[in-house]
Protein backbone atom coordinates (compact mmCIF):
# COMPACT_ATOMS: atom_id res chain seq x y z
CA UNK A 1 0.00 0.00 0.00
CA UNK A 2 1.58 3.37 -1.05
CA UNK A 3 -0.21 5.09 1.64
CA UNK A 4 1.92 3.09 4.40
CA UNK A 5 5.24 3.15 2.84
CA UNK A 6 4.74 6.93 2.93
CA UNK A 7 3.83 6.64 6.62
CA UNK A 8 6.86 3.99 6.72
CA UNK A 9 9.35 6.86 4.83
CA UNK A 10 7.96 9.14 6.79
CA UNK A 11 9.03 7.88 9.95
CA UNK A 12 12.13 7.03 9.01
CA UNK A 13 13.18 10.16 7.67
CA UNK A 14 11.40 13.19 9.76
CA UNK A 15 12.82 14.19 12.01
CA UNK A 16 13.48 17.85 13.79
CA UNK A 17 15.68 20.40 13.28
CA UNK A 18 19.10 19.87 14.39
CA UNK A 19 19.69 22.56 17.56
CA UNK A 20 22.69 23.96 15.52
CA UNK A 21 20.84 24.37 12.41
CA UNK A 22 17.40 25.90 14.66
CA UNK A 23 17.12 29.59 13.09
CA UNK A 24 19.49 32.45 15.08
CA UNK A 25 17.83 35.33 14.31
CA UNK A 26 14.81 36.25 16.95
CA UNK A 27 11.05 35.16 15.38
CA UNK A 28 8.48 36.78 15.93
CA UNK A 29 4.99 34.79 16.69
CA UNK A 30 3.80 34.57 12.87
CA UNK A 31 6.78 33.10 12.04
CA UNK A 32 7.28 30.87 15.42
CA UNK A 33 4.28 29.31 14.08
CA UNK A 34 5.01 28.67 10.97
CA UNK A 35 8.51 27.13 11.65
CA UNK A 36 7.09 25.05 14.40
CA UNK A 37 4.46 23.39 11.53
CA UNK A 38 7.54 21.83 10.35
CA UNK A 39 9.40 20.61 12.85
CA UNK A 40 7.30 17.41 14.05
CA UNK A 41 5.23 15.34 11.44
CA UNK A 42 1.46 15.72 11.33
CA UNK A 43 -1.48 14.13 9.06
CA UNK A 44 -4.18 16.78 9.26
CA UNK A 45 -3.95 20.02 7.61
CA UNK A 46 -4.62 21.66 11.18
CA UNK A 47 -2.01 24.04 13.02
CA UNK A 48 -0.15 22.45 15.27
CA UNK A 49 0.26 25.37 17.43
CA UNK A 50 -1.35 28.43 17.97
CA UNK A 51 -0.33 31.79 19.35
CA UNK A 52 -2.95 30.99 22.06
CA UNK A 53 -0.96 27.65 22.97
CA UNK A 54 2.28 29.33 23.08
CA UNK A 55 1.26 31.73 25.40
CA UNK A 56 -0.84 29.42 27.52
CA UNK A 57 2.90 27.13 27.53
CA UNK A 58 4.60 30.31 28.99
CA UNK A 59 2.26 31.08 31.66
CA UNK A 60 2.33 27.30 32.57
CA UNK A 61 5.83 27.39 32.51
CA UNK A 62 6.82 24.89 30.18
CA UNK A 63 8.34 27.55 27.79
CA UNK A 64 10.15 30.60 28.77
CA UNK A 65 9.13 34.39 28.42
CA UNK A 66 9.51 35.98 24.96
CA UNK A 67 12.54 38.07 24.83
CA UNK A 68 10.50 41.67 23.36
CA UNK A 69 8.12 38.97 21.42
CA UNK A 70 10.78 37.81 19.66
CA UNK A 71 11.51 33.70 19.59
CA UNK A 72 14.52 31.96 19.47
CA UNK A 73 16.22 28.66 19.57
CA UNK A 74 15.19 28.02 23.04
CA UNK A 75 11.72 28.57 22.84
CA UNK A 76 11.70 26.53 19.35
CA UNK A 77 13.39 23.49 21.12
CA UNK A 78 10.65 23.65 24.32
CA UNK A 79 7.92 24.49 21.95
CA UNK A 80 9.14 21.08 19.57
CA UNK A 81 8.96 18.94 22.45
CA UNK A 82 5.59 20.60 24.35
CA UNK A 83 4.02 20.22 21.06
CA UNK A 84 5.21 16.47 20.56
CA UNK A 85 4.17 15.73 24.02
CA UNK A 86 1.33 17.48 24.58
CA UNK A 87 -0.33 14.81 22.58
CA UNK A 88 0.55 11.93 25.45
CA UNK A 89 0.73 13.53 28.40
CA UNK A 90 -1.18 16.44 30.62
CA UNK A 91 0.96 20.05 31.13
CA UNK A 92 1.43 19.02 34.65
CA UNK A 93 3.30 16.02 33.36
CA UNK A 94 5.16 17.70 30.52
CA UNK A 95 6.19 20.19 33.27
CA UNK A 96 7.24 17.48 35.70
CA UNK A 97 9.77 16.30 32.88
CA UNK A 98 10.64 19.79 32.45
CA UNK A 99 11.64 20.44 35.63
CA UNK A 100 14.06 16.97 36.05
CA UNK A 101 15.97 17.88 32.90
CA UNK A 102 16.77 21.60 34.74
CA UNK A 103 17.18 19.79 38.35
CA UNK A 104 19.96 18.02 36.24
CA UNK A 105 21.47 21.14 34.76
CA UNK A 106 21.43 20.22 31.57
CA UNK A 107 21.09 23.52 29.59
CA UNK A 108 18.24 23.79 26.66
CA UNK A 109 20.36 22.27 23.73
CA UNK A 110 21.64 19.34 25.79
CA UNK A 111 17.79 18.79 26.68
CA UNK A 112 17.21 19.66 23.14
CA UNK A 113 19.36 17.08 21.75
CA UNK A 114 18.00 14.27 24.25
CA UNK A 115 14.50 14.94 23.01
CA UNK A 116 15.93 14.57 18.82
CA UNK A 117 17.76 11.34 20.07
CA UNK A 118 14.70 9.64 22.52
CA UNK A 119 12.54 10.83 19.57
CA UNK A 120 14.13 9.23 16.96
CA UNK A 121 14.65 5.75 18.39
CA UNK A 122 10.96 5.86 18.93
CA UNK A 123 10.08 6.76 15.30
CA UNK A 124 12.54 4.55 13.81
CA UNK A 125 11.08 1.73 15.79
CA UNK A 126 7.88 2.41 14.98
CA UNK A 127 8.63 2.62 11.51
CA UNK A 128 9.83 -0.96 11.82
CA UNK A 129 6.73 -2.62 12.52
CA UNK A 130 4.56 -1.09 9.53
CA UNK A 131 4.45 -3.78 6.72
CA UNK A 132 3.69 -1.73 3.64
CA UNK A 133 3.27 -4.98 1.89
CA UNK A 134 0.03 -5.43 4.20
CA UNK A 135 -3.11 -5.82 2.61
CA UNK A 136 -6.49 -4.44 4.20
CA UNK A 137 -7.38 -7.36 6.06
CA UNK A 138 -4.00 -6.72 8.17
CA UNK A 139 -4.38 -3.20 9.04
CA UNK A 140 -6.70 -3.80 12.03
CA UNK A 141 -4.10 -6.34 13.46
CA UNK A 142 -1.44 -3.86 12.67
CA UNK A 143 -3.54 -0.86 14.43
CA UNK A 144 -4.10 -3.30 17.19
CA UNK A 145 -0.32 -3.75 17.59
CA UNK A 146 0.45 -0.11 17.47
CA UNK A 147 -2.49 0.33 20.24
CA UNK A 148 -1.48 -1.76 22.50
CA UNK A 149 2.82 -0.62 22.29
CA UNK A 150 1.24 2.65 22.36
CA UNK A 151 -1.19 1.79 25.88
CA UNK A 152 1.85 -0.43 27.21
CA UNK A 153 4.09 2.44 26.56
CA UNK A 154 1.50 4.92 28.51
CA UNK A 155 1.41 2.51 31.53
CA UNK A 156 4.68 2.46 32.06
CA UNK A 157 5.58 6.20 31.63
CA UNK A 158 2.41 7.47 34.00
CA UNK A 159 4.09 5.12 36.80
CA UNK A 160 7.89 6.73 36.19
CA UNK A 161 6.00 9.79 36.36
CA UNK A 162 4.12 9.56 39.29
CA UNK A 163 7.46 8.16 41.00
CA UNK A 164 9.21 11.48 39.90
CA UNK A 165 6.46 13.93 40.55
CA UNK A 166 6.58 13.71 44.34
CA UNK A 167 10.49 14.90 43.99
CA UNK A 168 9.27 17.40 41.91
CA UNK A 169 6.73 18.57 44.92
CA UNK A 170 9.65 18.11 47.30
CA UNK A 171 11.69 20.63 45.73
CA UNK A 172 9.58 23.31 44.83
CA UNK A 173 8.36 23.28 48.65
CA UNK A 174 11.52 23.12 49.54
CA UNK A 175 12.47 26.52 47.68
CA UNK A 176 9.23 28.22 49.04
CA UNK A 177 9.98 27.57 52.10
CA UNK A 178 13.94 28.75 51.95
CA UNK A 179 12.18 31.75 51.16
Known sequence: MDELQNLKDRMRQERPTPWEDLPDIALYM???????????????GGPALTSAMVNNYIKDGLVPRAEGKRYGPVHLGYLTAV?????VLSVRDIGALMGAGRALEKTPPEQYGYFCRALDRALSDTAQAIDPEADQSDLARMALDLAVR??????????????????????????????
Open 83 to 87: VALKQ
Open 150 to 179: SYANQLACQRVLSILQPQEEKKNKRSVTDV
Open 30 to 44: DQLIAYMSRQLIRFD
